[in-house]
């Protein structure tokens, strides 16, 4: 999806959240920010975690963070 919305949206720059680029479920326009879906996030870091840790390092090092006006959205889907 990630290629789609660069191509789509050529002119805006934005902010990704490295190593998730499967988990993007699409763009906020108004901001021009990406959407992650939570659930697939968690399914990646499962691959190298157990779920707990999976869960605890997403809170902590990913959707914890903010990066000004351009931070991510993290829609928390049904993931359980």
Not at 7 to 36: C, P, S, T, W
Not at 37 to 42: A, E, G, P, Q, T
Not at 45 to 51: A, Y
């Amino acid at each position: 999806m990630i290629k789609q919305i660069l191509e789509k949206y050529q002119e805006h720059e934005f902010l990704k959240a490295d190593g998730f680029d499967d988990a993007i479920i699409g763009v906020e326009e108004n901001e021009m920010r990406l959407i992650y879906s939570v659930s697939k996030c968690l399914k990646i870091l499962q691959k190298d975690m157990q779920e707990l840790d999976a869960m605890e390092y997403f809170t902590f090092n990913v959707s914890g963070s903010y990066f000004a006006e351009k931070t991510p959205i993290w829609c928390w889907d049904d993931f359980y």
